[in-house]
């Protein structure tokens, strides 16, 4: 069974800075991609960045491209968020995702932490 457990965030002012880290754990795990996704009071789940766990390649959502960099620890199978420049309409519950399969079914699956929250105050 697949965990991930996340942290960071927490409270920040407008044009400051932090960093999120989502662990994954599991046994015989074999990662393909995470990223990171967020959901803002009243509005839907939106992508904000996702990495390639072999090659590293990573894209992000237009809203924060220049500002957040997301990266990878292969060895420790966690990910990380750096956030700077933050705005107020950063603010959300940010949420890590997994999609990976196993040693032992190929099939591919995806997972979902329980979500951390970031407050940008203004």
């Known amino acids: 069974q697949v965990q991930l457990v996340e942290s960071g965030g ?5 044009g400051g800075s932090t960093r999120l880290s989502c662990a994954a754990s599991g046994r015989t795990l074999r990662i393909y991609t995470m990223g990171w996704f967020r959901q803002a009071p009243g509005k839907e ?6 990495i390639s766990w072999r090659s590293g390649t990573t894209y992000y959502a237009d ?11 292969n060895a420790k199978d966690t990910m990380y968020l750096q956030m700077n420049s933050l705005k107020p309409e950063d603010t959300a519950i940010y949420y890590c995702a997994l999609d990976y399969h196993t040693a032992a079914d190929s099939r591919p699956r995806h997972a ?3 979500g951390t929250q970031v407050t940008v105050s203004s």
């Open 10 to 14: 927490g409270l920040v002012q407008a």
């Open 45 to 50: 789940r939106e992508f904000v960045a996702t």
């Open 63 to 73: 809203s924060v491209k220049g500002r957040f960099t997301i990266s990878r620890d």
């Open 112 to 114: 979902w932490g329980q």
